[in-house]
């Protein structure tokens, strides 16, 4: 298949590259490098460097092959800044997916892969959370996500554009063959200021609140590997053009492990002190995320194979020592 990646040099879209290019795939990759970077982009991939809200220089590089699918990782994704600049995270998030859906409509690309997120889910009204739940997000990124499920469906009904919504839990980890070696930059997730933290570039954890109803009284999260994001994410590539039906799922691993669990195990696994301290809670975040992933295990036949703590701990760590 030929496929281009809208923001294929960031940190879940060069994973996704280097899996389609493993499977024989053609890639291209369009990124505006404001947050991926280009050493993660391998020779083997044709690069265009440019924005989504540049709707010419993205009629271009749909015009430079004849591309069977579009994968959009393309957006801003730090749910606290988005809820002090909504407008940057709507223009960037919501027009820039409007552009690349109205260039695969201009010119014949019938299939889109979209990265999707748990944020569009809000607080959960139960665990573990699988599709049917309420979509009521409660920070304006979660929004955005799901504002461009909304027009992917429009799409598909009048332009007949087939989509997959993955909806991630709590990616992370890195490439265990260590083909990808860029840090994510300014990263606000838990595990990056964790590694920061046991490789000395901070002083120490802030931990969001120790009293939530939890066994541990930390936040529980689901957390799942980068690779087998990119693999449910080739398997839903085929099954678009198999099928020819859309298709919205859930990517998690259905176990969940706190913040005093990952920085206990961080602890062993890099051989160094990560100190931490107990502070407020953090705005908008719940206590417990959990994914149920039933469809897509289903349908895609898609299981996490490097989603252990250890496997996604130990890859992390050897990007972060290097
Ligand atoms: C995980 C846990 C925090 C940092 C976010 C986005 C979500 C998705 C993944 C893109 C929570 C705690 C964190 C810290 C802490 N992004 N924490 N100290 O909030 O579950 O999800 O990233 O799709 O849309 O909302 O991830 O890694 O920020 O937090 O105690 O310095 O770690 O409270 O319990 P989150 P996270």
New binding site residues.
């Given amino acids: 298949m030929n496929s281009i990646i809208i923001g294929g040099a960031g940190y879940i879209g060069s994973h996704v590259v280097f899996e389609l290019l493993n499977q024989g795939h053609q890639v291209t990759v369009f990124d505006n490098l404001s947050t991926g970077s280009r050493k993660n982009v391998p020779a083997s991939a044709t690069f265009i460097q440019g924005d989504i809200l540049d709707e010419v220089a993205l009629q271009s590089a749909y015009q430079s092959s004849n591309f069977d699918a579009v994968f959009h990782f393309a957006?801003l994704?730090?749910?606290g800044d988005s809820m002090i600049d909504p407008g940057l995270f709507a223009k960037q998030n919501i027009s820039g997916s409007i552009n690349v859906l109205n260039a695969m409509v201009h010119n014949g690309v019938k299939n889109i892969i979209f990265?999707?997120?748990?944020?569009v889910y809000g607080y959960p009204k139960y665990n573990p959370i699988d599709e049917k739940h309420p979509t009521d997000p409660i920070?304006f990124?979660?929004f955005t996500?799901l504002e461009i499920e909304k027009l992917l469906k429009w799409y598909s009904q009048l332009k007949c554009i087939r989509f997959a919504a993955l909806r991630?839990?709590?990616?992370?980890g890195y490439d265990p063959r260590g083909r990808i070696t860029e840090l994510e930059r300014n990263c606000?997730?838990?595990?990056?200021?964790?590694m920061e933290t046991a490789m000395g570039l901070r002083e120490e954890?802030?931990?969001?609140?120790n009293d939530?109803d939890t066994p541990d009284g930390?936040?529980?999260?689901d957390y799942i590997h980068v690779t087998d994001l990119a693999t449910a994410h080739i398997k839903a590539m085929k099954y678009l053009m198999i099928e020819n039906k859309d298709l919205t799922v859930n990517l998690g691993t259905g176990i969940g492990y706190?913040?005093l669990e990952?920085i206990t195990l961080a602890k062993d696994i890099t051989k160094r002190k990560i100190p931490?301290e107990i502070?407020d809670?953090?705005p908008?975040?719940?206590?417990e995320?959990i994914a149920t992933s039933k469809i897509a295990n289903q349908i895609l036949n898609w299981e996490p194979e490097y989603s252990e703590l250890e496997t996604i701990l130990q890859s992390m760590w050897k990007v972060y020592n290097n």
């Fill in positions: 957006a994704k730090a749910a990265s999707s997120s748990a944020a920070n990124y979660g996500k991630y839990f709590n990616a992370a606000a997730n838990l595990l990056p200021i964790v954890v802030l931990v969001f609140g939530y930390t936040g529980v999260r706190s913040v990952m931490f502070t809670r953090r908008g975040d719940s206590a995320l």
